[in-house]
């Protein structure tokens, strides 16, 4: 990339400090629980208006959204603007809807996951606008979308599916503590359901008792957990046993019901069809007739749109040397003097668009992961700024990547 180009942007992000720093302050004020996030994607919305985006809007499920540009090559930045609650037992240094500001850090709920990208994402789309007006190599989409931390994926599925907007490329702004992350376990839920036949306690050999037929399939799956292989760089998959419950007419009966829920982290090579055969083959292990499914997630947004999703979120990692890494490998060289990759250990939009729709994806943002959801959320400010300098020059790195 021409150093022109570079130094242009990166000048007149460092001219936006302020403004970006008081943005930020402005969305961890405003509250944004999953499913009540009505008054930030408003916010969102008029600013991207002032910013001279050149649409700006919020979709059928709620979602915000903006566009500059109309080039053929089509990115998009999504940082979902939901945030997990903040509950009674959490111990918080700082108010956690404050954004207050102590040497050069700001705390509160949503400075980590993941809100500082989404402040990024606008600044960098303003100083664009300044700077080029209307003449772009690229279409880049800026998403704050919404329920994330209830359904990672589908507000993402909804704007690929339901909009019809599809991107070539994505940027998620998750916490990655300004590395280029470029994949993700994926995770699925699962049941196990073994039905029986009841009878009375003192009777008990007229009965099939459902949880004894289950009790076998439990001990398996802890066995399987201890031998599932560990894959680079997405490290082992896992499956846990999460809930388990039974029915009987009475307590003084035999039960004839019994269900497991079970979480399954899934590393590469693993899918669906993987997982289900695996368990598929513990029950006939143990010749039993219980049963496998694969639950939904369901929920309404703040706009009151209703959605369903089978709760299966598929891996996906890119290699280093792909296009879209290597553009911002070479973005991240440019605006913070190095470059290095990694991967989350959490789920992530990335599960829609790189494990769904096989649209290649990746993440750069400031921020630990493992903060993420604790009350020890923070943000360097100037981790920031670097980041929107990154968020700023990428899509012409990306461009001139796919160009040559
Ligand atoms: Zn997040």
Not at 202 to 207: C, I, L, R
Not at 258 to 286: P, W
Not at 362 to 382: R, T, W
Request: glycine fraction near 8%; hydrophobic fraction near 35%.
């Amino acid at each position: 990339m021409e150093n022109k180009v570079k130094e242009k942007l990166f000048s007149a992000v460092e001219s936006e400090k302020e403004n970006l720093f008081s943005l930020i302050q402005r969305l961890i004020q405003i509250r944004s629980y999953s499913g009540e996030e009505k008054e930030i994607v408003e916010f969102i919305v008029a600013k991207m208006k002032e910013f001279g985006f050149d649409e700006s809007y919020h979709d059928g499920f709620g979602n915000a959204i903006g566009r500059i540009g109309n080039g053929p090559i089509k990115i998009m930045f999504d940082a979902h603007i939901d945030t997990v609650k903040v509950t009674e037992t959490e111990n918080w240094a700082h108010p956690p809807f404050g954004g207050e500001i102590v040497n050069g850090k700001m705390y509160g709920r949503g400075v980590v996951d993941e809100k500082p990208a989404m402040a990024g994402f606008m600044i960098a789309g303003k100083v664009l606008k300044q700077i080029y007006g209307n003449n772009f190599p690229f279409t880049l989409y800026v998403v704050g979308s919404v329920l994330e931390e209830d359904a990672d994926g589908y507000p993402l599925y909804h704007i690929i599916q339901n909009e019809k907007i599809k991107p070539d490329y994505v940027v998620l702004g998750e916490p990655t503590d300004l590395k280029v992350y470029r994949g993700q376990r994926g995770r699925m839920e699962l049941k196990i359901t073994a039905t029986g036949k009841s009878a009375h306690g003192a009777h008990n050999q007229k009965g099939i008792n459902a949880i004894y037929k289950m009790a076998p399939i439990v001990a398996e799956i802890e066995k399987l957990d201890k031998k599932l292989k560990p894959k680079k760089p997405l490290g082992k998959g896992s499956i846990t046993v999460s809930q388990i419950s039974s029915k009987a007419p009475s307590t003084c009966s035999v039960a004839d019901y019994c269900q497991i829920h079970l979480d399954r982290r899934m590393t590469i090579g693993e899918n669906k069809n993987t997982v289900v055969k695996e368990l598929k083959a513990i029950i006939k292990k143990y010749k039993s007739d219980a049963k496998v499914s694969i639950p939904n997630v369901e929920g309404t947004s703040w706009k009151g749109t209703e959605f369903s999703q089978e709760a299966y979120f598929p891996t996906w990692v890119y290699d280093e040397n792909h296009p879209l890494v290597d553009a911002a490998m070479k973005t991240s060289k440019a605006a913070i003097g190095k470059a290095k990759s990694g991967v989350w250990s959490f789920s992530t939009n990335g599960v829609a668009t790189a494990g769904h729709f096989g649209i290649p994806t990746i993440g750069f943002a400031p921020g630990k992961e493992e903060l993420a959801h604790s009350s020890k959320e923070e943000l360097i400010l100037n981790d920031l700024l670097k980041a929107t300098k990154f968020y700023s020059l990428f899509p012409f790195e990306m461009v001139s990547n796919v160009e040559h």
